[in-house]
T-cell receptor
């Protein structure tokens, strides 16, 4: 079983739609959580951090559920420019520095 | 504002050749890492460093060496290239503490093909 699992998609949605991605992690020692965005043939870039209390950045909302060990990303009012791969990232502080990336969820937003 | 700079952007090697992928950051980050990205696999950690003079192995270290003689530079060496090392390689750096802790900044990547 992978330590961080994501639905690979692709998700195909029309402009203006609301879309949600989930990510599960297996190690309860995981302490920090992020969503990154990766455009085709580009490097990953931080989209937002994820906190237990939930956090929102414009049309994007991230949630963490420690009891069930999953994080989510909600995108409202999808734009064409939201088309990308969204990577779930988990940091484990196990006496060292261990960053684990999910394989990513592909999103296509169509006009 | 350079951030993380990787060179080269593209490289083709023959099996058995060696080469070094360069990575430099100008943000005074303590942590630096090398990842490879393969289709359907996500990013996998090759080696990382928590500061100058300190390196450690990640998930897939075999066939690669690293060194960290300065805070800024973290080169990745392929000792004897194999077709299985065909991949996209990303270097990343981050702070080790503070509010920006663990937020990684990536270089643009190196696309490597081993024939």
């Amino acid at each position: 079983r992978k330590e961080v699992e994501q639905d690979p998609g692709p998700f195909n949605v029309p402009e203006g739609a609301t879309v949600a991605f989930n990510c599960t992690y297996s190690n309860s020692a995981s302490q920090s959580f992020f969503w990154y965005r990766q455009d085709c043939r580009k490097e990953p870039k931080l989209l937002m951090s994820v906190y237990s209390s939930g956090n929102e950045d414009g049309r994007f909302t991230a949630q963490l559920n420690r009891a069930s060990q999953y994080i989510s990303l909600l995108i409202r009012d999808s734009k064409l420019s939201d088309s990308a791969t969204y990577l779930c990232v988990v940091i484990q502080n196990t006496g060292g520095f261990k960053t684990i990336f999910g394989a990513g969820t592909r999103l296509f937003v169509k006009a | 504002n350079a951030g993380v700079t990787q060179t080269p952007k593209f490289q083709v090697l023959k099996t058995g050749q060696s080469m070094t992928l360069q990575c430099a950051q100008d943000m005074n980050h303590e942590y630096m890492s090398w990842y490879r990205q393969d289709p359907g696999m996500g990013l996998r950690l090759i080696h990382y460093s928590v500061g100058a003079g300190i390196t450690d192995q990640g998930e897939v270290p075999n066939g690669y060496n690293v060194s960290r003689s300065t805070t800024e530079d973290f080169p990745l060496r392929l000792l004897s290239a194999a077709p299985s090392q065909t991949s996209v390689y990303f270097c990343a750096s981050s702070y080790s503490k503070g509010t920006a802790k663990n937020i990684q900044y990536f270089g643009a990547g190196t696309r490597l093909s081993v024939l």
